[in-house]
């Protein structure tokens, strides 16, 4: 299978490699228990690895992962968002620009990204059925 050569080839951080992940969603949603949580990890578009690697066909930001909430109306795959965090290199954890990126998120996307870029956006999704 391609998508299980893709998932050993980039050690679980697939997302990235696809150019639509609205089927992988629905499909995580539809094989997976209710309650069951599910770990995504993909670079932060801020991040030079986000680009630099030419079969990147998708990038992520901080709302990305809201898209697929109870709140909003995407698909027919419903999540909750439990946890998100953006990660930083070890000097930009030590200036404090985690902590400020991680409490006002937004702000950091709209302001900062450009000068203090983030590695990577691990979120953790419940699954919501019926």
Known sequence: DAALDVIRKHGGQVLEHIGDIVPVMKELHRIGKPGALVSITVPHF?????????SHKSFFAWATFIYFTKDHFYTGARYELVSRTLTFSKMF???????????????????????FPARNICATLKILKP
């Open 46 to 54: 801020s991040g030079k690895t986000a680009y630099m690697d030419p």
């Open 93 to 115: 954890r030590y200036m404090g620009v985690a902590l400020l990126a991680n409490i006002f998120p937004r702000f950091y996307e709209d302001y900062l990204h450009g000068i």
